[in-house]
């Protein structure tokens, strides 16, 4: 069978899944959609995801959508290098980080990150500062999480990568010019979070990472968590 994967450059969701088969050593067929060209609405994709998201993957009758659902599939069709743990007990914690940050990271990371990605930052400047002390509760968190190295055992796990692209948001919005204006507390992590920028070094070292990265993005207006600060 050939891996087909269907993705979008600057979707996180689809990031995840690029570096879940990086880590994997899954070669695959990349088919990158453009979002300006409203080519994850066309009829041939709506075929594959009748929702017109990113990512779905084909694995020959197999189709997969949703970020995580993918990698669940990934790590039984191709179990070497396991995603989510080599026991039970790991796998569960496995679980439980991923589905901690879609309850609590991704919607914490959100409410400082959208506004400056969006251009809505003067009219949710409020918003953003009421979301900063859930932010550093969530990095500390995050930092004693990654102080040994990874979130779970001693491998890349599914719970590394979600909460690493999740932290690629921050980074970015942390970075844009308009957050300036505000006293993020977030960047360099490495000034307070020094844990999370070797964390993300390790993730950084994996065959294959650069190709991952959203190709829109240059290194300068995007910069690197682990090797900036």
């Known amino acids: 069978m050939s891996i087909e994967l269907y993705w979008g450059s600057g979707s996180t969701p689809a990031w995840r899944v690029q570096l879940a088969l990086a880590v994997k050593g899954l070669p695959y ?10 080519e994850t609405r066309t009829p041939e994709f709506l075929a594959i995801n009748p929702r017109g998201k990113v990512p779905a993957l084909r694995d020959g009758d197999v189709v ?4 995580i659902a993918i990698l669940a599939y990934l790590d039984r069709a191709y179990p070497e290098h396991p995603l989510f743990g080599a026991t039970p007990a790991e796998a569960a914690k496995v679980w439980r980080m991923v589905m901690e940050f879609e309850s609590h990271g991704n919607p914490t990371i959100s409410a400082v990150a959208r506004p400056l990605l969006f251009g809505t930052w003067e009219a949710d400047s409020s918003k953003v500062r009421e979301g900063l002390p859930a932010l550093h509760t969530e990095l500390d968190l995050l ?9 779970v055992g001693d491998t890349v796990s599914a719970a590394d ?11 970015r919005a942390a970075t844009r010019p308009a957050a300036a204006g505000f006293d993020l507390g977030v960047w360099p992590l490495s000034a307070r979070w020094p844990a999370i920028a070797a964390w993300a070094r390790r993730i950084e070292a994996i065959e294959g990472y650069d190709a991952t990265r959203p190709p829109h993005w240059a290194e300068g207006e995007h910069p690197s968590p682990a090797r900036i600060g």
């Open 29 to 38: 067929t990349s088919h990158l959609l453009s979002f300006s060209a409203r």
């Open 64 to 67: 997969v959508n949703e970020s």
């Open 143 to 151: 930092a004693e999480r990654v102080a040994t190295g990874t979130m």
């Open 161 to 171: 990568i979600v909460w690493f692209c999740g932290l690629q948001q921050l980074v």
